[in-house]
């Protein structure tokens, strides 16, 4: 369908001052976030809402409603945890390992903030012909999160449940876990005033604040993990390269196998602990 003079005009317009405001706020790839932020503006008053906001320091994510993750359209509403590319590559992992489980793979992921990781690793089997056979459940124990991640999962199948960690898990659960995924938060408490004003401001403490050493909810979650998940089973959890032995012992004190596997490429460090055959 043609566009009339006028129309282009107005849109190129639209473009070029909403580069100029981006750049003038300090965006570093203006040009393509204005793309995003025209194409998820559905009116002209909105459109100048969205720049504003975006102006004022609020993730990209959270002003155009979505962020991608390992090809998917992940719904991330204000306030929620913006999935990190780096993130990625547990997912990847985690993949690989549910592979080799064989079909009807049961997998959980707690602290799931917007459930990109559980969608996305629904996805990854499938893609790579391991069918659609896995039970996947969902937990998060902050109530927004919670409302953006049952939009998340519900496409691929999942159930969304909120509570602290284990707590809102079916009990039939129990040493059925295949695959457990948990990017439990792992600033310590001391660095989250070092964080980039979009995470620090924009996304929720819990989400980000591991305690002292940024290891007190990776240590929850390893000390329940052997309770929950099956024979052979695996849970995986994001770390920093520094913080990675100190979550490898939290793992092993948990009665888990430790492995500690990096990506250079991505800057990622990820834990995974193998709970032995019985």
Do not use: K
Request: aromatic share 4%.
């Amino acid at each position: 369908m043609s566009v009339s003079f006028a129309a282009s005009a107005a849109l190129f317009s639209s473009r070029d001052t909403v580069i100029s405001s981006l750049r003038a706020a300090g965006c570093v790839f203006a040009e393509d976030e204005a793309d995003l932020i025209l194409s998820a503006a559905g009116s002209p008053d909105e459109l100048h809402a969205m720049v504003a906001r975006r102006a004022a320091g609020h993730p990209l994510e959270h002003v155009v409603g979505w962020a991608e993750f390992r090809g998917l359209r992940i719904s991330v509403d204000p306030g929620v945890f913006v999935p990190r590319r780096r993130t990625e590559f547990l997912v990847r992992q985690a993949v690989a390992l549910a592979l080799r489980r064989g079909p009807g793979v049961v997998a959980v992921d707690l602290c799931c903030g917007s459930g990109a990781l559980g969608a996305a690793l629904v996805a990854g089997v499938g893609e790579a012909g391991g069918g659609t056979g896995v039970e996947l459940y969902a937990a998060d124990i902050d109530p927004a999160a919670v409302r953006c991640a049952r939009r998340n999962v519900a496409a691929a199948g999942g159930r969304v449940l909120e509570g602290d960690l284990y707590a809102p898990l079916p009990a039939a659960l129990r040493g059925r876990v295949d695959v457990l995924l948990a990017n439990a938060p792992y600033v310590p408490t001391g660095a989250i005033g070092l964080l980039p004003a979009e995470a620090r401001v924009h996304e929720a403490l819990v989400a980000l604040d591991g305690g002292p050493d940024g290891l007190d909810v990776q240590r929850r979650v390893a000390a329940g993990a052997a309770r929950w998940l099956a024979p052979g089973g695996h849970l995986l959890m994001e770390t920093s390269e520094r913080q990675a032995a100190g979550t490898a012992r939290t793992f092993a004190g948990g009665g888990l196998v430790p492995e500690v596997v990096h990506c250079e490429d991505l800057g990622a460090t990820v834990v995974i602990g193998t709970l032995p055959q019985r």
